[in-house]
C-alpha cells in the first residue's frame, strides 16, 4: 500500500518567517494531496490541496508544490503568524480504492 | 451546511468491556470514512464505506472491532473486549466524491 513520510516532525519559526513542510509517497498511481491543519483538540481542517495534474497551487499565504517525478510535495507557509501554530498533516489518495494515506505530522510553532 | 457530527465526544471505559460510537456524516455524503489517530500520529484509516458497501477495511482489527452503515448514512464503530492500546481519538470523515474529506470532531477514547 502506500506509504508517506513527513519531514521534519518539529518546526519552530520566527513569526514573519516562511515555514516549509515536505512529504513523500510511494505509490505512483497516487494523485490527489491535501494538506490538514490540527489544532490541539480539534479535528484535522483541510487547507489546500493539489492534484497531480498541477505543480502548484497557492492560497493566499499557503502554497502547495508537488514532484510527480520524484514523489515529493510541500506545503509552504509565507508571512507566518502564530495563528499558525498546530500540526500540519499531509496525505495522499490513491486512485484505486480512493484511500487516504496520512503523514505522521509537522507541529509548527510559530515564536512572536 | 452542518458538519460531520461524532458522539460521544469523551469516553472512559475500563479494558475488556465494549464500547460504540456514531457518526452522522454531510449530507449527501456518499463516502465515509473511520480513522484511529493515536496520540502524536496521522490519522489511520480503519474502514471506509461507499454508501452501505464496504470499500476498505484492510487495516481494521477484525477480531475486535466492527462497524456498519446500515442505511448509507449515520454509521457506527464498535470495540468489542477493548484494549489499552484502543486508547485514541476516532475520526470519523465524509466525502461528496473521490475528493475533499470532511472530519468530525472525534471521539477520545481512554481505556483504564
Known amino acids: 500500500g502506500e506509504n508517506v513520510e513527513q519531514h521534519p516532525s518539529t518546526l519552530s519559526v520566527q513569526e514573519g518567517d516562511s515555514a516549509v513542510i515536505k512529504c513523500t509517497y510511494s505509490?505512483?498511481?497516487?494523485?490527489?494531496f491535501p494538506w490538514y491543519k490540527q489544532e490541539l483538540g480539534k479535528r484535522p481542517q483541510l487547507i489546500i490541496d493539489i492534484r497531480s495534474n498541477v505543480g502548484e497551487k497557492k492560497d493566499q499565504r499557503i502554497a502547495v508544490t508537488l514532484n510527480k517525478t520524484a514523489k515529493h510535495f510541500s506545503l509552504h507557509i509565507t508571512e507566518t503568524q502564530p495563528e499558525d501554530s498546530a500540526v500540519y498533516f499531509c496525505a495522499a489518495q490513491t486512485n484505486t480504492g480512493n484511500q487516504f494515506y496520512f503523514g505522521t505530522g509537522t507541529s509548527l510553532t510559530v515564536i512572536p | 451546511e452542518a458538519g460531520v457530527a461524532q458522539s460521544p465526544r469523551y469516553k472512559i471505559i475500563e479494558k475488556r468491556q465494549s464500547v460504540a460510537f456514531w457518526c452522522n456524516p454531510i449530507?449527501?455524503?456518499?463516502?465515509l470514512y473511520w480513522y484511529q489517530q493515536i496520540l502524536g500520529q496521522g490519522p489511520k484509516l480503519l474502514i471506509q464505506?461507499?454508501?452501505?458497501?464496504?470499500?476498505?477495511d484492510s487495516q481494521l482489527p477484525k477480531d475486535r472491532f466492527s462497524a456498519e452503515r446500515l442505511k448509507g448514512v449515520d454509521s457506527t464503530l464498535k470495540i468489542q473486549p477493548a484494549k489499552l492500546e484502543d486508547s485514541a481519538v476516532y475520526l470519523c470523515?465524509?466525502?461528496?466524491?473521490?475528493?475533499?474529506?470532511?472530519f468530525g470532531p472525534g471521539t477520545r477514547l481512554t481505556v483504564t
Open positions: 464505506f461507499q454508501n452501505n458497501g464496504v470499500v476498505d
Open positions: 449530507s449527501g455524503h456518499a463516502t
Open positions: 505509490d505512483s498511481a497516487s494523485n490527489y
Open positions: 470523515a465524509s466525502s461528496f466524491g473521490r475528493e475533499k474529506q470532511y
